[in-house]
């Protein structure tokens, strides 16, 4: 038998399939055809911004672009502090999170000061260390643990700030709102030195000449920085996974990272191998809840 339905009844289908259409919505995420990052504005080499030019520039804005071209949407930074990146994931105010941010269990577990996440990376590997004045630079060499009794800087919100304390006294710690707060009281010398990643460091030693990394003092575990990722998008983290890897592997990294660092890390002959991650790790290390 075959049925035959009226005008009417097909218009009334067909108001039927837009209202649940409407009511369910796209499966698409990010929905608004934008992919809102997470970026950060203060950190000369990863992410920094001036008047001159609207868009953030650095080696993680590139990851960042990277990132939104996977996930087939528009890119669109947004500046987050330290102490908002998970937080801000969280709570929908950015999609994606590139700004020199750790992949760690206590942030895939929700246990490090905000709410868990997932990550895909790591997009670069760091060591810890110090920021010092050139000027003060012979008053720390041959001496491998000179910030022991020395006022350091570190800022909320990071790895650093919880793992310098473990090698110096609580007092002689001062904090900071932001790499760009640090930065100014390590120029009035309220502070001796600037504690954070290394890479992120000579980001700021390449604009600012008057000061240098320290290469002889290595402090805290290494760090891998991933692309951060609301929990539920398991999906969208492995398309960018997958980028990620190819990003690496196509010779785009080796050319982002070094425009990025024009001078510090570039000046080591195994800089590749120090910095940039192999394939095999950022499977291991991607979309998952520990790792």
């Known amino acids: 038998m075959k049925w035959k339905m009226s005008g009417a009844s097909l218009a009334c289908c067909a108001t039927v399939a837009l209202a649940l259409t409407s009511a369910c ?19 000369p ?31 669109e930074s947004k500046p987050v502090p330290s102490s908002s990146r998970q937080s801000a994931l969280q709570n929908g105010d950015v999609d994606l999170v590139v700004a020199t941010f750790s992949i760690n269990n206590k942030r895939l577990s929700g246990k490090m000061g905000g709410p868990a996440v997932d990550f895909a990376g790591p997009y670069a590997l760091t060591d810890q260390g110090f920021l010092v004045r050139k000027k003060d630079q012979d008053f720390i060499d041959g001496n491998k643990e000179w910030y022991q009794d020395r ?40 502070v001796f ?10 980001g700021i030693a390449d604009m600012h000449k008057e000061y ?13 920085w991933g692309i951060g990722i609301p929990k539920g998008h398991r999906k969208e983290c492995n398309k960018i996974k997958d980028s990620l890897k190819e990003y ?22 195994y800089w590749k191998s120090e910095f940039a991650p192999e394939p095999g790790m950022i499977e291991s290390f991607s979309c998952r809840d520990k790792i």
């Open 212 to 224: 240098a990394v320290d290469d002889q003092a290595t402090v805290g575990t290494r760090q891998y």
């Open 45 to 75: 080499g990863t992410g920094f911004s001036v008047e001159s030019y609207k868009t953030p520039k650095g080696f993680d804005i590139k990851v960042a672009q990277m990132s939104a071209k996977a996930l087939e949407g528009q890119f």
């Open 193 to 202: 030195a600037i504690f954070s990643d290394k890479l992120l460091l000579h």
């Open 151 to 190: 006022k350091i800087c570190a800022w909320e919100g990071t790895v650093s700030v919880e793992e310098i304390g473990e090698s110096i006294k609580p007092s002689n710690i001062t904090p900071g709102d932001s790499a760009e707060d640090c930065i100014r009281k390590l120029k009035s010398e309220d």
């Open 248 to 269: 690496v592997q196509s010779g785009n990294w080796d050319r982002d990272f070094a425009a990025s660092f024009p001078e510090g890390p570039n000046r080591n002959a």
């Open 25 to 43: 919505g796209s499966d698409k995420w990010p929905a608004q055809g934008k992919v809102r990052v997470g970026v950060k504005t203060d950190q």
